[in-house]
């Protein structure tokens, strides 16, 4: 499964910005697709993860309330809508993809990545 992210740039805190990842090659095995985010010199933290049907959502705590997750098979695609985004928002957000739905969601449990998007929020 390759993986391909788009939609970071620059915002302004208080804003939204709406990340997309568009799943190509062997899609069946992207059951589960979900988001981490990444600031240089820290671990992966959780983001966001979604079943294939859509029923089964998960939330790291620190987006709970304002990121929501999304999906549409059709077109092989997940996104991340982000309101409300502050500065502590800023880092380069990764498309993660796997066949099993584990809890909790660490990136060692995803085995497809994309090459990641930047998020840039300012003051």
């Known amino acids: 499964v390759q993986l391909v992210e788009s939609g970071g740039g620059l915002v302004q805190a208080g804003g939204s910005l709406r990340l997309s990842c568009v799943a190509s090659?062997?899609?069946?095995?992207?059951?589960?697709m979900g988001w981490f985010r990444q600031v240089t010199g820290k671990e992966l933290e959780f983001v966001a993860a979604i079943t294939r049907s859509g029923g089964t959502l998960q939330y790291g705590d620190s987006v709970k309330g304002r990121f929501t997750i999304s999906r549409d098979n059709a077109k092989n695609m997940v996104f991340l809508q982000m309101n409300s985004l502050g500065p502590e928002d800023t880092a380069t957000y990764y498309c993660?993809?796997?066949?099993?739905?584990?809890?909790?969601?660490?990136?060692?449990?995803?085995?497809?990545w994309g090459q990641g998007t930047l998020v840039t929020v300012s003051e």
């Open positions: 993660a993809a796997d066949e099993i739905w584990t809890f909790p969601h660490t990136p060692e449990q995803f085995a497809f």
């Open positions: 090659g062997q899609t069946f095995s992207a059951n589960v």
